[in-house]
């Protein structure tokens, strides 16, 4: 126990001034998000009662309301300031999550569940854009990285907690989403703890609504991106599938995967974010996490065609794989995002960003599944296709994207 208390104390020391508040206030909201995200599944079907295909729709339109407002929420905080508007939506979805004990039908659910899903997904980029205000430019990417670690440690003991609760049962499991309306509570106050971002630009000095959505290179960074961003799909939903609808190991290596990945996140994430604060260095991290999912996905193949034992062997080499790739990619996330969002704009930028990870978490579980599922072999070979060509074109997509120096006059 000790080396891990030694390990939260050096990640959260390492972090100065405001990065530290937004690391206690990420710790709060993961730690939340855990409670009721492990156990949302139960909750909603053993206590709302709902079908648990309708569960699995309502999720999907949570998700899909990302797609407006990632983008709605990143242009509201250039004008009316991040550190205020993620305190507004904090509040909110703290109300929201409270309504979730009243809802015993599937309109309500969806009503609520819509209404989460849309706040949640626009307060991403409100966080990353606080990260800009508040942290130097030379340790975002770093801080970043800490955060993440931080949020990982909550969420796991959060999922712990909802396990406890679930394990109760009976009414105690209305904890589950009271419980996260809590946390959003306390983050939202420690958000006023941090200092106030620079002052929002005048009418005259904006540029025209949805910018980022026509700036062609950024959207094909954003694409690129969401092509290595279904590694997160692969390891959430394409291997645990594999392990169960497979005869060739136990079920109860599907747990072992995922505490295996958190681990390693938590412990590696901040030393693999190293390289990736200038935007050369975030390529070089995404074609690393391109290549790495590229032979994951054959060494699944692998697995496909060998012995029970053999296959352990190489499984477990493609969960090692998949980790190393994830915590390149988020790098390289990291790195991509702050480099390439004009200061003038930097909400909307890094809103239009967030659309890659609403992309790989609503459309990529359908596109992994259907392909690994349906297809077994060559649909692993296919996902290996799909991840060779965002390593190709993550490159050209950020050199296309580059804003240009801004001129210097020479001195007299």
């Avoid at 405001?18 to 993961?30: C, E, Q, V």
């Amino acid at each position: 126990m000790k080396p891990w208390l030694s390990f939260v104390r050096n990640n959260y020391g390492s972090l100065n001034g405001p990065a530290r508040t937004l690391a206690t206030l990420h710790f709060i909201d993961s730690v939340g998000g855990g409670i009721f995200t492990a156990g949302s599944a139960v909750y909603f079907i053993a206590v709302a009662g709902l079908p648990a295909a309708q569960v699995g729709l309502g999720l999907s339109l949570a998700g899909l309301s990302g797609f407006v407002s990632s983008v709605l929420m990143g242009m509201a905080a250039d004008r009316i300031g991040a550190r205020r508007l993620l305190f507004i939506s904090m509040l909110a979805i703290a109300g929201a999550y409270c309504l979730y004990p009243a809802v015993g039908s599937l309109p309500a659910f969806f009503a609520v569940v819509g209404l989460v899903g849309a706040l949640e997904w626009g307060s991403g980029p409100l966080f990353h854009t606080l990260i800009m205000e508040v942290v130097p430019e030379g340790e975002r990417v770093s801080a970043r990285a800490a955060l993440r670690s931080v949020f990982n440690i909550g969420f796991s003991l959060g999922a712990l907690a909802a396990a406890a609760l679930i394990a109760v049962g009976g009414s105690v499991m209305q904890a589950l989403p009271l419980g996260n309306a809590l946390s959003f509570l306390l983050a939202a106050g420690l958000v006023l703890r941090l200092p106030a971002g620079p002052a929002a630009p005048s009418t005259t000095d904006r540029v025209s609504r949805f910018r980022a959505l026509k700036d062609t290179p950024f959207l094909s960074v954003i694409g690129a991106s969401s092509l290595l961003a279904l590694h997160s799909a692969v390891f959430m939903v394409g291997i645990p599938l594999w392990l169960v609808t497979s005869d060739k190991l136990p079920r109860s290596f599907v747990p072992v995967v995922f505490v295996l990945n958190t681990v390693l996140v938590v412990l590696l994430q901040v030393k693999y974010a190293k390289g990736s604060e200038t935007l050369d260095g975030s390529v070089s991290a995404a074609r690393k996490a391109g290549l790495i999912s590229a032979a994951g996905c054959v060494v699944l193949v692998v697995c496909n065609i060998t012995t029970a034992w053999v296959a352990g062997f190489f499984a477990l080499a493609a969960v090692l794989l998949f980790t190393f790739a994830e915590l390149w990619q988020s790098s390289s996330v990291f790195g991509l995002g702050f480099g390439l969002a004009p200061e003038s704009a930097r909400g909307e930028y890094l809103g239009a960003f967030h659309l890659h990870m609403v992309a790989q978490a609503t459309v990529g579980p359908a596109v992994v599944s259907f392909l690994v599922i349906h297809h077994g072999s060559s649909g692993w070979l296919a996902m290996c296709l799909i991840f060779l060509a965002g390593t190709a074109a993550i490159g050209p997509a950020v050199q296309w994207a580059r804003k240009p120096e801004p001129a210097t006059v020479p001195a007299a």
